[in-house]
């Protein structure tokens, strides 16, 4: 979230999309329904009438995959009626900058943007480059007519997406889109904000990115960016993915978003090169430019004192992904069913219900030696090899299950997805012999240790030169548990040295930022010459010299906003709000008067004895605003030349988001384009794995079908599966359905049915609804169908996985798998 | 018809406003109550809708009704029910049961059962106008009674502690009833039966939500209570009265049968 969930109490408009909070997020609707005493309106769009619909004002049925199609039409609505937020999109945006002459877009290329090669299925991205003037500085257009620029481009790119167009591709009604258009576009006033809620209905699409690409495209022209009430919102499926994906659980990106190098960066000047930007324009913050200390401070971290400046602070021994390689979920389940992989931890996840295509992910792990599973009870992946189409006898995996700690009985702290991280105490003990995570990666860590002191191996400095200061420490240098304190204390950093403050005048003694041993009060004071260490530069702070920031319990509300500065701690610095001076004009005034995030106060005196400083919620930056010519800073610090952008930052499909169908679709053609799928998707070939098997446009699956969670179960159903009172609300696997298809089918709400793709089928109780409609699509009906995920076959009765349907297939830019849409054939059972 | 002197301080007297507008359906509630009062989880089956248990059970206190209807205008409804004992401030139940002490109302006005004075007669089943109570596996009487080892401690019920949305609110019920009515809600409850412990906050009609649109106690009851018990006290005819209200309320006896014990033999 770029805001977080106390602030959607702010907002004016809050478009539900790609989402589902009423009954995947419910403590959302506490804000929501707050928003809503205040005189907000709710507006959902879900193939499905949702809980989350049924308390919206506004609801609207878009088939499964069509949202770049249904929000295209927004911008498109935006522009032609003007109601975007002019001096925001001209001073905060890149809608003023001119690109090259030869640049051509969809329209133009059949569904392609200019650089495209069929062969590699990639983009050269050089094909979208800004007109460069004597100063190498990007050309401009502050009054956005020029036909080049930005602004026109966009204009020109979503003047396709006519609302009658629109309508023929979503199956929404004309007279609905115009009307959700009309509402959503009124937070373009500069006192008016509008949020986006999404979470995987956007997400998992082979144009997932873009889906939020586009959301965040229409934030910017609303001014919606930066504002109470305002925001591009994921909703994050797990209590602590935030936190997670923030401590480097994705393969590309270590810790803090600092990206994982490839072997091509021999050296960390060579990774810093190419990961620093560099700016030259003096109002551009550019705060990337101090990547090289957080690498470095990392490095510190994780190496200590084995990490010398001479060794390169250990950068040799970090793992290097190979150039372009991607070992993303779905890669890795494609190569271990291709025998390359020896062992698999499955820790805290169920991939044999939660992998897309399942059959392919159950298949693959009957190809290791080994797998360690880490869980809080026996799953579908634990058991795998006497599940469904296996013979025990056949499989030669050997299977470790651990018993893990629950949450309640472990210490430590959470990342919400406002990333607010919050310190939890242990309510009860361990059961039997669980353990908490941190033990269980401790021990594995002290057995490899020593294997590699007695036995040696390969590489064997990258486990033997880790700091692991995390706890009492017996006789013989052996920890005695880990102590989680020590663990956050390592993320946030410490001084490695008396580090003195340059800046300061001369004095004696010198002044310092820090001294010899303490821990690091912010990112602000990490350094690159190895002076400080720190786990994760956006987590510096959160456990310094006044302690424990994460476990603070304080109530003070100063804006009233719901801003709670000292309750708990988010990142970065503290943050509620992040690119919050967008809030403001370029005098720092606030746009909403009532809901000011912060504003600047000339008459303010800083600690320096400077004059003039931000009021509010902790500013992006101290800098005076950007009507001062000398030190002004625009907002977007986390962009090269400070302004968001309107055309894209570095995506796979172009600079502008276009609508591709699903891989699976029922259409033949794509009504926009010649183009029908994304064209950068990289496709598993059936020829190279039996799994691998896709269906478009195929008679035997005729219906569009999506799969999500409910209430009452959470994710693959491990835990709530468990929990008999869950089990009793939600007690097996069922297929939402429309009384038109039903009645097609011969169906009965209650029937049995099954459902399947061409990759699999599911036994599933019909539950015939008006709350799925039939979809009226060109000129043709297209049913849809939807399904929860959260069965698997080792509760009895409750039917298996309907990740058995979904394909092998993701987004270009993350993989994440398209499990929200994709082709099914249902009939009744006997 | 006669009324029943208030037996409890009205101006104490603690409930619930349900606000159906601000019910999402996550049914916290109904699970939150299990947990606090320790009730084992009925078996069911998916028959075609989100909404199980089916109905209330001995081990379900409060439920969620899920009404799926369309609009007039062809757009669609999903409204949320909380459904339980309304603790009526003239309550059917008690005003039937035969066995002192097996029903009872607290200073708050919460209507609470004590098992082991229950005989089992199920007279409160017939008498009560909302269909609430439930006869457990020893035949005993259950129903919401508020968490009243929480109330007495000076707790919110477990229900209304679990709800996210304030959906869900305990607290004193003219408080309630004020802070309902300054939003302009039209209240179910407020003055029907002396009150219920219960007011709703509806966004249609009762009978939409399967509410008895005037709710009363059944007529037999008024019978027993102010008729025929009364003559009951000169002793003989207190039996041929019992008798008789057994048929008039519970009637011919296969009908205990006819009380499910899981949601497995409903149907809607």
Known sequence: ?830 | MATTPTPFNADKRKGFLVDTARCIGCRSCQVACKQWNKLHADKTTNKGTFENPRDLTPALYNRIHFVESTTSDGGMSWQFFNERCMHCGEAGCMKVCPSPGALTRTKDGIVVFNKEKCISCKYCVSACPFNIPRYDDDDKVSKCHLCIDRVSNGLTPACAKACPTEALKFGNRDTLIASAKAANKTLYGENDLQGLGVVYALEGPPDQYGLPNKPSIPFSIFLWKDVIKPLGILGFWGSIGAVLLHYVTIGPKQLEEEHPRSEEDHHE
């Open chain 1, 1 to 830: 979230m770029t805001n977080h969930w106390i602030d959607l109490k702010n907002a004016d408009v809050i478009l539900i999309m790609g989402a589902n909070p009423a009954e995947n997020h419910p403590l959302s609707f506490r804000w929501i329904m707050k928003a809503k005493d205040a005189g907000a309106k709710v507006i959902c769009v879900d193939p499905r009438f949702t809980r989350s619909a049924a308390k919206s004002d506004l609801y609207a049925a878009l088939r499964s995959g069509t949202d770049i199609a249904f929000l295209g039409g927004m911008i498109n609505y935006i522009i032609q009626n003007k109601a975007y937020f002019e001096e925001y999109v001209k001073q905060y945006t890149n809608a003023s900058y001119l690109v090259n002459g030869d640049f051509k877009m969809p329209g133009e290329l059949a569904g392609l943007f200019s650089g495209y090669d069929p062969q590699k299925r990639s983009y050269d991205p050089k094909a979208w480059s800004f007109q460069k003037g004597a100063d190498d500085s990007v050309r401009k257009d502050m009054t956005l007519l020029d036909p080049n620029c930005v602004f026109q481009l966009l204009k020109k790119h979503y003047s396709r997406y006519t609302p009658e167009l629109v309508s023929r591709i979503t199956g929404t009604p004309k007279e609905k889109l115009l009307e959700i258009y009309k509402l959503y576009a009124s937070t373009g006033a500069p006192d008016k904000a509008g949020t986006s809620m999404y979470a995987m209905g956007w997400t998992q699409h082979t144009v997932g990115t873009q889906n939020i690409r586009t959301m965040s495209i229409i934030q910017l022209l609303l001014g919606n960016m930066g504002v109470a009430g305002g925001g591009v919102n994921a909703l994050r499926g797990e209590s602590n993915v935030q936190g997670s994906t923030d401590q480097g659980l994705l393969f590309h990106i270590l810790p803090g978003y600092l990206p994982v190098p490839s072997a091509d960066l021999k050296d960390l000047a060579a990774y810093n090169e190419k990961y620093t930007p560099k700016s030259k324009d003096p109002q551009s913050a550019n705060w990337w430019q101090n990547r090289p200390k957080y690498i470095a401070s990392y490095l510190k971290a994780i190496y200590g004192a084995k990490a010398t400046k001479e060794n390169d602070y250990g950068y040799a021994w970090l793992p290097k992904l190979d150039p372009g390689m991607n070992c993303s979920w779905l890669m890795i389940f494609d190569n271990m069913i291709k025998g390359k992989f020896k062992g698999f931890f499955a820790w805290g996840q169920n991939p044999a219900c939660s992998g897309t295509n399942s059959n392919k992910v159950r298949n693959a792990l009957a190809k290791l030696d080994w797998m360690v599973t880490v869980n809080i009870f026996d799953n579908e992946t634990a058991s795998f090899w006497k599940g469904p189409g296996m013979n025990p006898a056949d499989v030669k995996t050997e299977v470790f299950l651990l018993p893990a700690a629950a949450s309640f009985e472990k210490e430590g702290s959470i990342s919400n997805s406002g990333r607010w991280a919050q310190w939890r105490y242990a309510a009860v003990k361990p059961l039997g012999s669980s353990k908490p995570d941190a033990e269980i990666i401790h021990e594995l860590y002290q057995k490899l240790k020593s294997l590699y002191t007695k036995e040696g191996g390969a590489l064997p400095e990258q486990l033997l030169n880790l700091t692991w200061n995390y706890g009492f420490k017996h006789a013989d240098g052996s920890i005695h548990s880990v102590d989680p304190h020590l663990v956050a204390k390592e993320i946030n950093g410490y001084f490695l040295e008396d580090v003195p403050d340059k800046k300061a005048p001369a004095s004696m003694p010198p002044k310092m930022l820090g001294k010899k041993g303490e821990l690091v009060g912010g990112f602000a004071l990490l350094q690159a010459d190895g002076s400080t260490s720190c786990g994760n530069w956006i987590y510096s702070q959160s456990y310094n010299e006044k302690g424990n920031m994460m476990a603070r319990r304080g109530k003070k509300d100063p804006t009233g906003l719901g801003m709670f500065p000292e309750w708990s701690w988010c990142w970065p610095v503290n943050r509620r709000i992040i690119y919050n001076r967008a809030s403001c004009d370029l005098d720092g005034k606030p746009f909403n008067q009532k809901k000011a995030v912060v504003y600047w106060n000339p008459a303010a005196v800083q600690p320096t004895g400077a004059l003039g400083a931000w009021v509010g919620d902790v500013p992006d930056g101290p800098w005076p605003p950007m009507s001062d010519p000398k030190d002004g800073k625009k907002p977007f610090i986390m962009r090269a030349d400070g302004v968001a952008a309107i055309f894209g930052p570095g995506m796979k499909e172009g600079p502008f988001p276009e609508h591709y169908e699903p891989l699976e679709c029922p259409l033949a053609e794509n009504m926009l384009s010649k183009q029908l799928n994304n064209p950068t998707i990289k496709l598993f070939k059936e020829a190279d794995v039996k799994e691998d098997m896709v269906a478009s446009c195929d008679p035997r699956f005729p219906y569009v079908a999506s799969t999500y969670r409910v209430t009452e179960h959470w994710q693959t159903g491990v835990m709530t599966r468990n929990t008999p009172w869950l089990l009793e609300l939600q007690p097996r696997l069922f297929v939402e359905l429309s009384p038109e298809l039903a009645k097609e089918k011969g169906i009965k709400s209650g029937d049995m049915v099954e459902v399947s793709s061409i990759r699999g089928s599911v036994e599933a109780a019909a539950m015939v609804t008006q709350r799925f409609k039939p979809f009226t699509i060109g000129d043709q009906v297209v049913h849809e169908v939807g399904m929860p995920y959260c069965y698997g076959w080792h509760t009895p009765n409750v039917g298996d996985s309907v990740n058995l349907l979904t394909p092998t297939v993701g987004d270009a830019n993350t993989m994440i798998p398209e499990t929200k849409a994709f082709m099914v054939g249902i009939k009744r059972k006997g």
